[in-house]
């Protein structure tokens, strides 16, 4: 049996719109205290998740573009949470230095990701070990909120 979520774009973007609403309005009902940098959190761990974890790219372009719209499904979840808190705008003295501090983070977790990923499906035990030792370099680096 083959169960079809939407038949295209079009329709997936309607539901979008539906399910980010529920989406938020469970994330307000269990107590979700606002903070800005989910603004870049929340998409990029749900595209590591989709990606890497749920190994979407083993579906090639196709598990590539799912795992871009689930990231762009979470930054709408986070914009809805957003506007529910009235667009206030957030007090940081640093703005540009936070933002590219977080974008660092998860270019981090998105490299660790991928080399564990490439360490999972490697056959050659000299590049699982090369992998390994990239990994753990990268991982010292990331930033655990």
Known sequence: MVHHNYVSIHQYIQKLNNYTDIEAENLSSQ??????LDAIRFPVNDFVKTFFLQKGFKDGIHGLVLSMFQAFYMGIVFAKLWEREGFREVETRNFLQEVLSEFKDS???IIFWLT???ISESKNPLKKLVLKAKRKIVRNKIKFS
Request: aromatic share 24%; proline share 0%; charged share 15%.
């Open 31 to 36: 107590g979700y205290s606002f903070n800005w």
């Open 116 to 118: 564990s990923s490439l």
């Open 107 to 109: 270019k981090n977790k």
